[in-house]
């Protein structure tokens, strides 16, 4: 991870979006850190993290983005999405509400990110099937609709975070470069 400003080859903004507590902060901190902080709610304010990750012999640094909270107070910004070329719109697989908002986030991308914006939707909290209320099905037609690509993960046991990551930062070297 600690790799030398020379060796990079391009470095990615990527945002992370999605309605309140659906685990933006911990799908972030899963992927640059890979850790769950079951007690923490880090302070308001824009936040990024960085991992630093090999894609195609190319040293790619992933810069993503955490709202930090800013959106229980629509107060995600235009310089929020400048200059990102990937998004990650996160729901929550047991709270219908914030798949009803998925629409809505993809309006606010098209709105204020660049139009070739890549976007991954990704349910999360996969591990509590119990409680799931969110048809995989139904994510995948609208993703099908919406040209998203898509992925079910868990921050706490880490599924798929990864991968939804590398498919996101793959998508975007190929239209990148
Ligand atoms: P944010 O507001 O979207 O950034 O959401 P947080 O990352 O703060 O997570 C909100 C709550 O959901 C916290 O209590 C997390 O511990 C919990 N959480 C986040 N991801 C998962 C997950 O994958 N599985 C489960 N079971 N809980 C999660």
Redesign the pocket.
Known sequence: ENVPESRIDYVYKVVVI?D???????ILSRFTKNEFC?DS?STIGVEFQTRTVTIKGKVIKAQIWDTAGQERYRAVTSAYYRGALGAML?YDITKRQSFDHVARWVEELRAHADNSIVIILIG??A??VDLRAVPTEDAVEFAEEQGLFFSET???NGDNVDSAFFRLLEEIYSVAS
């Not at 309140?20 to 911990?26: E, I, L, M, P």
Request: hydrophobic share 40%.
């Open positions: 999605g309140s507590a659906v685990g933006k902060t911990q079951f709610k996160v999360n909290k591990d509590l868990s921050a706490l």
